[in-house]
């Protein structure tokens, strides 16, 4: 369809100068609203105002503006219908034929910190989704664009065919407006929900970031939704895989509890392996001393710049994907020389409340488990025995407990103040998690005397402190909370063990 008349009304002005212009030399009327129609007057673009157009003022502080029939009978009308024509011609009703929309920033506006729910409610936008559906239901008709990005697409398409658009274009344009209101709906609807705490629905919107190759096994499908391009960049390497996802993910979720230089190595979202030491080179070799042969095929992660020192000692055992905020060149360069390895540039920090990445989301038989995520940092760790802990031992299970919580459940770390020194998951006893530790310790040569244990979830009878203790742990930390704490905090005296209680578990299914 040719493109004659254009309704421009957008909140985010990016590139609408250099559209609008493209249009206006195409001899395409535009019609705008409010500070649109402000900035294209500015840049000397011909426009009418919507009031004029209508023949009706913007009121109620510009809440009525677009609702009118020139506008949406302009935009519904079907082209081909002679009753339909008839009557727009009879009521003054000229065809519009592109829409160019996109909403006020609801999301963006309820992310700011002590945002009240009269702000929020402002900027729930109620002309724009109205003009983008009655223009994407009538799609063979009329383009409808939301998305700058899409604007070349259209210039381009209109110079390449008379000034008119392909119907295969207004298609994809067209099922991307519900997709983009419909998110926008969710958004409003799970911040009211929350707000007002009389969850009746949970809504989720994303759009499709890529297409995996297959999913967790290869007989299934999979894809990728979302904003994943706003925390990971990848560098080089092999496309990413449905597991590589997930891996990635939960390394960067463990990166979150460390401000101290730190490598970490994860298998299967487990942590096998942490260091910290202000030489990355030296905390990847407390993170690898833990465990030598899980790594292989694992996944690393730092949170500083990845030196040339770190990547030579990465360099020699096979890895799946590396993660960092930066690589230095020479370090780029040697890990590059991989050509199946995958090399993850992070963006920004993860696992904090981000609107949807406030929520954890698991499928369940015909729904959806939703919670919030786990970063609840407020935690109080009450001395339960009769010794307190020494300065090192306090520190060893400080760091033991930042990992401990991203452990699958049953979960057990030995740790030191600065490294993991054995870690046992996902046992259906505690008391076998912890023997996989400390059996990886041993396999590892490292030794748990003086180590601190650390538990993700209370420890239900005596038997799995008194096994650590055995092994040499000097100190407990964990949540408490057993109708048998007194038998456990008994055994830890009679062992002179120092013990931590934090009142909060930290189960990982």
């Known amino acids: 369809m040719s493109i004659k008349r254009a309704l421009i009304s957008v909140s985010d002005k990016t590139g609408l100068v250099e559209f609008a212009k493209a249009l206006a030399a195409m001899s395409v009327e535009i019609i705008s609203t409010g500070g649109t129609a402000k900035l294209l007057a500015k840049e000397g673009i011909p426009c009418v105002e919507i009031s004029q157009y209508t023949g009706f003022p913007e009121m109620m502080d510009g809440r009525v503006k677009t609702l009118h029939p020139k506008v949406h009978g302009g935009l519904l009308h079907l082209r081909d219908n002679e009753e339909h024509v008839a009557q727009a011609k009879a009521h003054g009703i000229e065809a519009i034929d592109l829409v160019v929309v996109n909403l006020y920033p609801f999301e963006a506006t309820v992310a700011k910190p002590g945002v009240t729910l009269e702000e929020a409610i402002e900027n729930i936008d109620i002309g724009g989704p109205s003009m983008l559906r009655s223009a994407a239901k009538n799609y063979r008709s009329v383009t409808v664009v939301t998305d700058p990005a899409d604007y070349d697409e259209i210039v381009e398409t209109m110079k390449a065919n008379e000034g008119a658009t392909t119907l295969q274009l207004r298609e994809r344009l067209g099922i991307k407006v519900f ?103 030296a905390a990847w070799d407390k993170a690898f001393a833990t465990d030598k042969q899980a790594p292989f095929g694992g996944i690393i992660v730092c949170n500083r710049p990845l030196t040339l020192g770190l990547a030579e000692a990465i360099s020699e055992i096979f890895s799946e994907v590396i993660i960092a905020p930066e690589f230095d060149a020479d370090a780029r360069a040697l890990l590059q020389r991989k050509k199946n390895l995958r090399l993850m540039r992070q963006l920004r920090r993860v696992a904090e409340p981000q609107g949807v990445d406030d929520f954890v989301i698991r499928s369940v038989a015909g729904g959806v488990l939703v919670q919030n995520r786990d970063n609840y940092a407020a935690e109080e760790r009450k001395v339960s025995t009769t010794r307190p802990p020494t300065a090192d031992e306090l520190a060893a299970m400080e760091f033991g407990w930042k990992v401990v919580k991203h452990v699958k459940s049953n979960a057990i770390v030995y740790a030191a103040k600065d490294r993991t020194l054995g870690v046992g998951a996902g046992q259906m006893s505690r008391v076998d998690s912890s023997r996989i530790a400390v059996a990886k310790a041993k396999d590892a040569g490292l030794s748990l005397v003086g180590s601190a244990v650390c538990s993700d979830a209370f420890f239900p009878f005596a038997d799995g402190l008194i096994a650590a203790a055995e092994a040499g742990a000097t100190c407990a930390i964990q949540p408490g909370g057993s109708q048998r704490d007194p038998e456990v905090i008994a055994a830890a005296n009679e062992r002179g063990m120092a013990m931590l209680l934090t009142a909060f578990r930290h189960f990982r299914h």
Not at 220 to 229: E, K
Not at 252 to 280: Q, R
């Open 179 to 281: 997709v983009t209101t419909s998110k926008y709906d969710g958004a409003i609807a799970n911040f009211l929900n929350k707000e007002k705490e009389c969850a009746s629905g949970f809504s989720l919107c994303l759009p499709r970031v890529t297409e995996l190759r297959y999913g967790e096994n290869s007989h299934q499908s999979g894809a990728l939704f979302g904003r994943w391009d706003e925390f990971f960049e990848k560098l080089a390497g092999k496309d990413l895989s449905y597991n590589n996802i997930l891996d990635i993910t939960a390394a960067a979720e463990l990166m979150v509890e460390f401000s101290e230089p730190t490598v970490a190595i994860l298998k299967h979202t487990n942590p096998c392996g942490v260091g910290s030491d202000p030489d990355l080179r």
